[in-house]
């Protein structure tokens, strides 16, 4: 059962550790917690002095931070990953498939589902096909996810269950890959997954709610007292307000529910929740276009290693412009998924144009990936949030490259210009697409390379960000770009969401910094466990 406490009501005071954002220019500050708020910082001396009742938690050193902010996420579906096919960073396909062969033979009834993997780890980096997975499963339907959620691999029993053949025509915004013959190859994306999905059996009400359970409490085990929930649908907002009802979210959510023209009305009819609460609808998720892996992200020009598709357009920029204007009118946050440099140019262009004088929040771009130098510089301007993940490049740049060609590898994950061109910058992991590690995050934004410590250098290292500008990313500038400047931060009369970390946050070398985990965690002023 999920719990959240109900926040002590004498004064606590948090004493023994450096304070991060360090406002008051002490080295060793002590933080008083009254309620659900920060009472008091300054010296655990003149602290003790004024709250003599106090309860005092001494700290070993270390440093005390603002609870992590997840800034884009699908908790439904990381929490889906403990009950399917876990397919995350396996190395090939022949691997791929004992692990699927494996699943099955411990799970014996219903459809295999699944999700995470990527033909860009394999040797040759092509995609697999349903032949494939035929040999494993046999006439048993499966259907597995790419890592980033815009592929779907399906045998031949899940195709003839969806009723797919080579006489089917690709849907606007998805394709169905197909041999020289013009036959599905079983590798579907986009809006093409949604053939497959409308056969798949639907899950009771019950299993989403453990999905999202599980979910929140992987988030909460990493760090984050809050989380922005990128996607979903009447059910998911259903789950949502049936656990706060009963007090049992762990951690704030804020959730951004897929596009849908009847939810829509439904939702937005509502004023939007502006006092801080464990959860709260505050957006839309709209698409602008696929992923970069599978060739689905819009480019401006024809990919480097397939010239004859320059990706897809999920939605009519157009329409999508007009269905974001209307969210920011209701007084809601519209947050676009651009990947391409096309589609980041259409959000530049667009949804910088809806945006009216007095608005509360601005528009999201989420992922921002492939920019061009023009537009990344522009998104300041345009009044844009840049909503970035940087585990896509620690795990993305090896292939990044030829995709893009050398002359268009500038326009890769751009977040220094993003900062000097006056945007908001939002750090998130896009989990379970990429892991959900802030640590691992954190030190990917300031080397720009994965953990292995590739590639030498850096990828692109003149867009490297600082210790502390990453911090802020998934603190105080993400709870900002939420509209609540009384989270995210240590100053009295914030929300008590606090993490602290058993190290000086601030002076470890990266490799140190991958390897920190959670110490203790204070959420809305009372101490969570992190099992």
Known sequence: MLATPPPPP??????????WPNEGGLKAQALAIRGTKIAAIGSAKALAQRFP?????????GTLLPGFIEGHC????????????DLGNVPTLGKALEVVKAWSASNREGWIQGRGWDQNLWPGQTFPSAQDLDAV??????????????????????????GITSTTTDPKGGQILRDGKGTPTGILLDNAMDLVDKALPHPTLAQREAWVGQGLLALQRLGFTSACDMGGDASTLAIYRKLAAAKALPIRVFSYFDYDAKLVLTELRQPRIHQLSHFQVQGVKFYFDGALGSRGARMLAPYADVPATSGLWVTD?????????????????PAAHAIGDAANHAAVDLLGKIQRKGDALAPRVEHAQIVSPEDAAAFGKAGLVASVQPMHMADDHGWTPTRL??????????????????????????????????????????????????PPGGFRPEQRLNRAEGLRAYTQATAEVLGHRDMGTLKVGAVADLLWIQAPVLDLKPEALRQLRPGRMWVNGAEVMLK
Request: charged share 20%; proline share 4%.
């Open 137 to 162: 499963t046999g006439t048993r339907p499966a259907a597995l996810r790419r890592v980033d959620g815009h592929a779907l691999w399906a045998n031949s029993a899940a195709l003839a269950a969806a």
């Open 10 to 19: 004498s004064v606590v005071i948090l004493a023994g550790a450096e304070l």
């Open 74 to 85: 699908h908790v439904e579906s990381l929490g889906k990953l403990a009950f399917y096919v």
């Open 317 to 333: 920029p157009e329409t999508l412009a007009l269905h974001a204007s209307l969210v920011l009118r209701a007084g809601y946050q």
């Open 405 to 454: 060609g050398a002359d268009r590898l500038e326009r890769a994950f751009p977040w220094r210009t993003f900062l000097k061109g006056g945007a908001k910058l939002v750090f998130g992991s896009d989990a379970p697409i990429a892991d959900a590690n802030p640590f691992l995050a954190l030190a990917a934004a300031e080397t720009r390379q994965d953990a292995a410590g590739d």
């Open 53 to 61: 009742k106090a309860q005092v938690v001494n700290l070993a050193g």
